[in-house]
């Protein structure tokens, strides 16, 4: 992720469009139901992760000194806190030096797959409660964000403030390093680029991963063979260079600037104006997908601004589709959860 200024924002709930530009469904509002301390307060931290069969919310949490990084864990459907689990570099000097980073939930193992500062992958074991393996990715800044492979068990992360940057596929098995792809130098972070968020494609059986525009490359969306461990496709996005990513069940990927595409060839469907974030994400349990920065949220179906929630100070964003609350962590102040009334 690229570093942002934190910025809080007034609390106010704002209901959008009309009944008609929505189909026959209720117009959404929001409403904040619960604002989650966390022990120590909310300083800096990055992203956000929500496992629907154990009803946990994940965040990276820098803290705000070295050596003092966390996950912080929430109970979703009591809105409360649980409990951190240490062992991440924290708050770090330099650029792309902090962690963690990403995190990605892996239920079947019982284990999150993080990112951290130190360009390792750090293996948290949920019932331990602590961190079990540490895999170096080579670099000389953060590992990053990750998405999970469940058909072969591979977790993909990428480098961004290397130069170049690269991705790292990593065995969930052996917890080994399988391979590198590594890309040109005009893409690095210093050019304007980087590598941002990766999601699974299940239906392709491919990784898609926003790779924002540089100095010497336009915005992309590109589709990595998972077994080979190559780009096969890069789908343009022009005018807008993408961060977070989401992917629905109908085979649409969207962006953090608004773009919807077709995730198997790269159609253009809708850019949706007023939407904007550094993270995204698609929940199932309403078919919307909700952006961390500005607050929107937009229907897939409709390809609509429907609403925007208010208080979405932070960059970083999950849902639970059980329940559809939203966990927007907010610097300074903890973890906002609004819900649809």
Not at 55 to 66: G, I, N, P, V
Not at 142 to 160: Q, T
Not at 248 to 262: E, K, V, Y
Request: glycine letters at 10%; a negative charge; proline letters at 6%.
């Amino acid at each position: 992720m690229k570093y942002k200024t934190r910025f809080t924002f007034p609390l106010l709930v704002i209901g959008t469009l009309s009944a008609a530009v929505y189909g026959q469904s209720p117009i959404p509002t929001y409403q904040q139901i619960a604002k989650i301390a966390i022990p120590g307060g909310l300083g800096s931290f990055d992203i956000a992760w929500v496992d629907p069969g154990s009803q946990r919310f994940y965040l990276a949490d820098r803290s705000a000194t070295a050596g003092t990084g966390r996950i912080d864990v929430i109970d979703t459907q009591k809105n409360t806190f649980l409990y951190s689990i240490g062992g991440f570099v924290g708050v770090v000097p330099g650029a792309g030096k902090s962690g963690p980073n990403g995190v990605v939930a892996i239920p079947q193992l019982n284990q999150l797959y993080v990112g951290d500062g130190d360009s390792t992958v750090k293996v948290v074991d949920l019932t331990a409660q602590k961190v079990i393996a540490t895999i170096s990715t080579g670099g000389t800044a953060r590992a990053d964000e990750l998405a999970y492979d469940p058909l072969d068990h591979i977790v993909m992360i990428g480098n961004p403030n290397d130069n170049p940057p690269f991705l790292t596929f990593i065995s969930a098995d052996t917890q080994k390093v399988l391979g590198r792809y590594t890309y040109s130098s005009g893409q690095s972070v210093a050019n304007g680029g980087g590598l941002e968020q990766p999601v699974w494609n299940p239906l392709t059986k491919r990784f898609a991963l926003s790779v924002p525009a540089s100095n010497s490359s336009i915005g992309e969306i590109d589709i990595i063979n998972p077994i080979t461990m190559l780009v096969e496709q890069s789908f343009p996005t022009a005018a807008c260079s993408p961060t977070g990513l989401a992917i629905t069940p109908n085979q649409r990927l969207i962006t953090a600037c608004g773009m919807i595409l077709d995730a198997r060839n790269g159609t253009i469907y809708a850019t949706i104006t007023g939407a904007s974030s550094d993270e995204i994400w698609y929940n199932p349990g309403d078919d919307r997908v909700y952006f961390g920065s500005n607050g929107a949220v937009v229907d897939v179906e409709s390809r609509q601004l429907v609403a925007y929630f208010a208080g979405a100070a932070g960059h970083t964003i999950a849902v639970d589709p059980n329940n559809n609350h939203i966990f927007a962590p907010v610097t300074g102040a903890g973890v906002l959860v609004y819900a649809a009334q």
